[in-house]
């Protein structure tokens, strides 16, 4: 079933209210240009249909949202010519826009983008590292 929030951006961007720089559309799916792009060629993947983050989106979605992702990569990569793509999504954290979109960001060797140079937080010790993993694989255990 497909939802929409009249107080969503993203909502009015495709239904057509705001303009925006479209690369593609499809029935579940609507890509366009970031309007302050990290570089050129940035583009948003999105689902039409209203949903805040990657867990709220209904599972039969996930798929044909991100083959247009995988699609939208060899694309943006290709127009810029770049080397690499970044592809990444905000859930909650870091998100300005509280519906689901796919960043596909360009990538070139040495273009000053630091994103993944953040700090790390190594486990204390294999038994901290342990209790991580084994609390991960029990909350997988009440979902599958
Ligand atoms: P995030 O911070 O992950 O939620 O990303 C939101 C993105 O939406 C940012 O990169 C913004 O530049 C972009 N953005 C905000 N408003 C618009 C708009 N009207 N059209 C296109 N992109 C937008
Ligand atoms: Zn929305």
Known sequence: ?????????FCKIVQG????????ED???IAFLDIHPLFPGHVLVAPK???????????????PLFEKV?????AVESAVEADGTFV???NRI??????LHVHVVPRR??????????????YQDDEAREAVRDAIERELAKLL
């Open 1 to 9: 079933m497909s939802t929409f929030d009249p107080s969503c951006l």
């Open 109 to 122: 060797r040495r273009d000053g983008l630091k994103g993944f140079f953040w700090p790390r937080h190594d």
């Open 49 to 63: 249909s209203h949903a805040v983050t990657l867990t709220d989106l209904p599972p039969s979605a996930v798929g």
């Open 94 to 99: 870091g998100q300005t826009v509280p519906h």
């Open 27 to 29: 029935e579940e799916t």
């Open 88 to 90: 990444a999504i905000n």
């Open 17 to 24: 209210d705001i303009p925006r720089y479209g690369v593609f």
């Open 70 to 74: 995988q699609l939208l990569a060899k």
